[in-house]
């Protein structure tokens, strides 16, 4: 593939994305014509099964925290992985045997993950 | 697309293509949400249920139900809470839109028609469908709610949680057809051969059964619906990220829904069924019948995505999260071993 | 001026200004939402540059899973939704001397090093080149990224699990 | 301002809107009493399925809302809720009154904690009588709240004026009971 | 006991959440109010939740939004008043509510209503249980996530609600029963077509078998959670199925008998889990057992009128009466006293789950929040029967 | 395109995340300003591995990627933890260590 053909694919998938933000615009400039605004006094107070919001407003558990961790650790192995599948063929055993080591010593984290309970609600 | 051209003698120029590409998509996008819609939440569902669905709306079989939706939602209010972060608020639905819909521009329909057949296809469309979980965590950020905060951190831990293993699944893939382009793993799977019988291709739902299954969980906990649907649980946070969104602004986060469930069976048909590809046929015919094909087997992946969602009751988040993290990884690690190893042997 | 210049200019610019906003937003969701707009920009960057498989894992990485995790971050350490103006220490002053001192110092070195140099994308870099060049010349590099996750991994882990 | 409280829509996009409106009432999940079983009976049981009219019930938040039915009774502590509830809804939203305890009080006409009459702090589009009504009842109430929005002027209802039936035209043929006057 | 101890605590969890909110909150936990509208609150339960990320610290409920101010009511009605009324109270078995008032009323005038009439009032509150039960066998996997049991659940409901329909005239609020008897006797063909439902209802509980018990995700989301002992329960007063799900053998239609049941032969189903598994387990198996009930009742129905000699209007002797009985949500008690008028002078009612949900504070606390929502279903309470 | 445009824009970003990192006192900022300084550094490998035909810019910009990976990681970890002992994510509460 030559560097034209490609940037001119690329440019397809630009105007896309502008095309898909000028559809959401287009869409909802639509809608504001169309649409009425009545306010009311309660209709923009947030909604809390009907009673007063109250108290601090959120905060996220350190749970989550670890869970988005191990999300990054293993996309970032998942990306390495990727060229590799490409050429299992040409690379041969010793790609193979070095991927290997690669995963297993990714796993041996989850499997630490895993072992201090933190896969765990507690 | 550009060769479908030149079999008919013409010679387009590239600006009309690109205008033709763009509308195709932006005309498909809302298209498959409502064939999905209603075909299988409104229609599957209720005769799952012994009922009938919507059968007024329209006159045949309530035909009209979600187009009427649609029109109905142009015309509702747009209330932002006065808490919210207008901005984020406003700008969030059209982030998971766009993370949609970019995913159609790889999916081949036929041996020509693509709109861009990028040589990191599936690659591509993983990256950019991982964008949907900013989407999320700002819609539910800046509504203000606490539901929605909830909804849009459960959201996004389970988003990332399944990523992986709809990322991992696809390795054995690339491992078996040696390319990330779409087109080039429809190639693959049709000039393929199974223990030298090549009468049907090599569909990888033969070789890598093991990726299929683990990538249609993993589509089914990305598409949040159940039993993976703790988000966005009714019972529980209302309606999870998505509590405060009026009008159009929601309509765009159930049509991206609908529209992710349609690219990712489009893309597991794709990648595992063959996709447009249909023993036989070949050359223009392939062309013409090449988006049937794969329209026929997207809704076969469909149904089974429905078929789950309407039967069993949700995860909790930790249980959700456990399968994820002890079974699907660990199960699409091994796949990939396993594959290397075989692949590397034989 | 080709059509990957201007695609240069929109992007640099829309970079710079995102950059900008990301130091100096008075909200810390804001600031993580402009980075992604800095962040996709490096991606496009990338994918002028035909180095299309980094530009997508870029997207994948960076803006998939770091920022998920920042933003996760800003959300356990209590993201308010209004400005706060209690995010800029007082030396805002200096720092701004320092790096403009070193933007002039690093713009003026490139433009008298590189002048008019040109990069010329010849050849589109998918992932199996990079497959090539990492498992014949990066080998050690390779598996020392590994470790380099699992420590960071276990040392994170540590650091964020609650006792109790 | 929007095109349609300055009466600027064409009469065929006005009879679309209607239609699509008329056949996209989403309800929301809520119920209050006794009625609430038979309106979950009309909208769960097989028997019944209200969504073979397109009254989907699908949100469970009054954001994404059309129509509110006010199951059963209402009462004094609860009425400051239903009316915020209400008005998290979007405009255009109607009212449908179920059972003659959001009717008028019904049998606790007389108690000290019940409100009487849910049009007291909301407006009402249709009232269905019965303590509680048949499933039947409230579907019959969901046609006749179908009838009125295809027939209905957007304008006044967009502005949020009251809208008065009764008047020669579309209702007449309507038992009386059934729709009543509606104010905003 | 220790339940005094933890009561204790989840007050004071209770009273530090309240404070919390006047002060801002300090640490990681926030406030969420799950009601009165919220789907999982079937109706208008208010539940205010502290929450540590997903984890309940301190659960308070809310109630009152459904109180119409039952007891004063009943002081200005007449007696064919007040059962019109009582229908309403827990409004999915509203022939079962009616029988203790009636029972009450009875007791105090000294009437016995012929056997027809008690065999057939013991029919009909075993179809308002089935009926009763259906209903939360299916809202039980909705509320776990599941859409489709609850579509059979109402599917099959409309079976028994039809008998009971044919027998009285009302889906919903029969008003069926007078001091002395019944307003009529069954129509003809009822009998045969009960039968002909009770194989249906079999039909239906095995269904939820199939649907539910059978399925991994439903077994791990109701397993374990919401665990009650049995001496806890007790303690809050937490009654019917839900106690006899912690393993407490105790059923007021053995242990206290009335209506027909002493001449009935049924098994009381209890389980020893005590959680929301177990819980609806026992209530599955007593839909089945109602069945069998019904069926055995409808063979052994005595001939003879459905009404005793009554006055045409009836006047209760001064006096007093405390009935209760086994309700399909628990146990329903009506304490009337009579001073001699057309109506009684004070109704007291023991209203079943108004003492199942007392225990919530103590049970909600310390699980998460998907878990609350399974609790909630599981005790299965109705708003009407704990406000009244 | 010119090599410049390139080497220039990263060291913009870079000498912008220089100024965040001085200047902002909320922790996740100043992790946020070290990436922009660490994809300012990647933008100078891939134009330079373009530049010079040579992938191993690239190979290094994944690299660096990943060690971003790792950085905000612990970093995080290390803001959680402040933030759990000082109820506050200003890094200049952090100065019990100062004499």
């Known amino acids: 593939m030559s560097y034209s053909e490609y940037s001119q694919s690329y440019l397809t998938i630009a105007v896309l994305i502008g095309a898909g933000a000028g559809m959401f615009g287009l869409m909802l400039g639509l809608a504001r014509l169309v649409r009425p605004t009545r306010p009311q006094l309660d209709k923009y107070v947030t909604y809390e099964s009907g009673s007063d919001p109250i108290g601090g407003w959120g905060q996220a558990n350190v749970r989550y925290y670890i869970y988005a961790l191990l999300f990054v650790m293993f996309d970032v192995e998942a990306v390495f992985i990727f060229p590799w599948a490409l050429r299992v063929d040409s690379l041969g055993v010793f790609g193979l045997v070095e991927v290997g080591i690669f995963i297993v010593i990714l796993a041996l984290g989850l499997l630490y993950a895993w072992r201090k309970g933190v896969l765990r609600w507690v | 697309m550009t060769a479908a051209a030149s079999t008919l003698a013409l010679e387009i120029p590239w600006g009309v293509l690109l205008g033709a590409k763009v509308m195709i998509i932006l005309t498909l996008l809302p298209l498959t949400a409502l064939i999905l819609g209603y075909v299988f939440l409104m229609k599957m569902m209720a005769h799952m249920q012994s009922r009938l669905g919507p059968m007024d709306p329209g006159g045949f079989h309530g035909w009209f139900q979600l187009i009427g939706d649609g029109i109905k939602f142009i015309q509702k209010e747009d209330v932002m809470p006065a808490d919210a972060d207008r901005r984020v608020f406003a700008l969030a639905p059209m982030i998971i839109l766009i993370s949609t819909f970019v995913v159609y521009a790889v999916i081949p329909a036929g041996p020509r028609l693509v709109v861009e057949d990028l040589e990191v296809g599936i690659f591509f469309a993983l990256a950019v469908s991982s964008l949907s979980v900013i989407g999320v965590l700002m819609a539910g950020w800046a509504s203000s709610n606490k539901f929605a905060l909830l909804g849009a951190l459960r959201a996004a831990g389970q988003l990332i949680a399944y990523e992986l293993p709809l990322v991992l699944a696809v390795v054995g893939v690339i491992m078996q057809a040696g390319t990330m382009s779409l087109q080039g793993i429809v190639g693959a799977q049709a000039n393929g051969e199974i223990f030298g019988w090549g009468a049907v291709g090599n569909p990888f739902v033969l070789t890598q059964a093991v990726g299929f299954v683990l990538f249609l969980a993993a589509a089914q906990a990305e598409l949040t619906q159940t039993p993976f649907d703790m988000p966005v649980a009714e019972s529980e946070l209302v309606a999870g990220y998505q509590v405060e969104y009026t009008g159009f602004r929601w309509l765009f986060f159930q049509m991206s829904e609908y529209a992710t469930a349609f690219a990712l069976a489009g893309i597991a048909a794709t990648l595992f069924l063959g996709g447009w590809y249909v023993p036989g046929v070949e050359g223009t015919a392939a062309d013409v019948l090449g988006p049937l094909v794969l329209f026929a087997k997207i809704m076969a992946i469909s149904f089974v995505i429905f078929w789950v969602r309407f039967t069993y009751p949700r995860f909790r988040e930790d249980q959700l999260q456990a399968m994820a993290w002890k079974y699907l990884i660990p199960l699409s690690l091994l796949n990939i071993l396993v594959t290397g190893i075989l692949k590397v042997v034989f | 001026m080709g059509p990957q210049n201007v695609a240069f200019g929109v992007i640099a610019a829309s970079m710079v200004l995102a950059a900008v906003r990301v130091v100096t937003t008075r909200n810390v969701v804001h600031a993580a939402l402009y980075l992604v707009v800095v962040l996709g920009g490096v991606a496009g960057l990338y994918v002028l540059l035909a180095a299309e498989f980094v530009a997508w894992a870029q997207v994948l990485i960076y803006i998939g899973a770091i920022l998920v995790l920042l933003l996760f971050g800003i959300m356990l350490t209590r993201a308010p939704l209004h400005a706060s103006s209690e995010l800029d220490n007082d030396q805002r002053w200096a720092a701004a001397i320092v790096s403009l001192g070193l933007v002039g110092l690093l713009v003026g070195l490139l433009a008298d090093t590189f002048g008019r140099q040109r990069v010329r994308p010849a050849q589109v870099f998918g992932g199996g080149e990079l497959a090539d060049s990492i498992f014949n010349d990066f080998l050690v590099p390779f598996e020392v990224v590994s470790m380099l996750l699992l420590a960071a991994l276990i040392g994170a882990v540590v650091l964020a699990r609650r006792d109790d | 301002m929007g095109l349609v409280e300055q009466g600027k829509i064409p009469k065929p996009l006005t009879w679309l809107m209607n239609y699509s409106r008329k056949y996209s009432l989403w309800m929301y999940q809520w119920g209050l009493a006794c009625c609430a079983i038979e309106m979950g009976a009309a909208l769960a049981s097989p028997r019944y399925d209200m969504m073979r009219l397109g009254v989907i019930p699908f949100p469970a938040s009054p954001r994404q809302a059309d129509l509110i039915v006010v199951s059963g009774t209402l009462t004094d502590k609860m009425a400051p809720a239903l009316k915020r509830l209400y008005e998290q809804m979007p405009d255009p939203k109607y009212v449908i009154s179920m059972g003659s305890c959001a009717n008028c009080g019904g049998p606790y006409w007389d108690s000290y904690s019940v409100t009487k009459g849910v049009d007291q702090i909301i407006p009402v589009d249709v009232y269905i009588p019965g303590c509680p009504p048949r499933p039947e009842a409230l579907l019959q109430g969901v046609v006749l709240l179908q009838e009125r929005i295809q027939n209905e002027e957007m304008g006044p209802r967009w502005r949020g004026e009251p809208i008065i039936v009764g008047q020669p035209g579309a209702h007449d043929h309507l038992p009386e009971t059934a729709v009543a006057v509606s104010s905003a | 006991m220790a339940v005094t101890e933890q009561q204790q605590q989840a007050f004071i969890g209770k009273h530090l959440a309240e404070a919390q909110v006047a002060v801002e909150l300090q640490d990681e936990d926030m406030v969420l109010n799950i009601g009165p509208q919220h789907p999982a609150t079937h109706g208008t339960l208010r539940v205010v939740v502290k929450l540590d990320g997903e984890r309940v610290v301190a659960a308070d409920p809310v109630i009152g939004y459904m109180h119409r101010g039952y007891e004063k009511l009943t002081e200005y009605r007449s007696y064919p008043q007040v059962t019109t009324l009582i229908n309403r109270i827990d409004w999915l078995s509203s022939f079962a509510n009616e029988v203790p008032f009636i029972h009450a009323g009875e007791q105090i005038m000294g009437i016995e209503a012929p056997p027809r009439a008690v065999y057939i009032r013991t029919v009909l509150t075993e179809l308002s249980r089935i009926a009763t039960f259906l209903l939360f066998l299916g809202e039980m996997g909705a509320q776990v996530g599941a859409i489709t049991p609850v579509f059979y659940g109402f599917r099959d409901r409309e079976y028994v609600l039809n008998l009971i329909e044919a027998a009285t005239g009302g889906r919903f609020h029969p008003n069926f029963n007078r001091i002395g008897g019944l307003k009529d006797d069954v129509p003809a063909g009822w009998i045969a077509e009960t039968r002909r439902m009770m194989d249906k209802v079999f039909e239906s509980c095995d269904t939820f078998e199939n649907l539910l018990e059978g399925n991994e995700i439903f077994l791990a989301r109701t397993k374990g959670i919401g665990i009650i002992p049995g001496d806890v329960g007790k303690g809050y007063g937490v009654s019917g199925s839900n106690l006899r799900a912690s393993g407490v053998d105790w059923d007021l239609r053995r242990d206290a008998p009335y209506l027909a049941y002493p001449e009935v032969d049924f098994k009381v189903w209890t389980h020893p889990g005590g959680d929301s598994w177990s819980r609806y387990w026992v209530r599955l198996q007593e839909t089945r057992e109602a069945a069998r009930i019904v069926v055995d009742l409808l063979d052994r129905l005595p001939s003879g009128p459905v009404m005793a000699k009554v006055p045409r209007i009836i006047k209760v002797p001064p006096g007093e009466s405390w009935v209760r009985v086994e309700n399909p949500l628990g146990e329903m008690g009506y304490y009337v006293v009579s001073k001699g008028a057309t109506g009684p002078f004070r109704v007291k009612i023991r209203s079943a789950s108004f003492s199942n949900v007392s225990i919530l504070p103590w049970l909600l606390k310390g699980v998460y929040v998907p878990d609350l929502i399974t609790i909630l279903a599981s005790l299965y309470f109705i708003l009407g029967d704990i406000d009244r | ?99």
């Open chain 6, 1 to 99: 395109m010119l090599l410049n445009q390139y080497l220039i824009l990263a060291a913009v970003l870079f000498c912008i995340g220089v100024y965040g990192v001085l200047a902002r006192r909320h922790a996740v900022l100043v992790l946020m300003s070290v990436e922009l300084m660490l994809n300012a550094v990647n933008v100078n490998l891939v134009a330079f591995s373009v530049h010079l035909r040579e992938i191993s810019g690239q190979v290094f910009a994944l690299f660096v990627i990943t060690v971003a990976a790792a950085e905000v990681g612990v970093g995080l970890a290390i803001v959680l933890l402040i933030y759990r002992n000082m109820a506050s994510p200003y890094l200049d509460r952090v100065d019990s260590m100062k004499g």
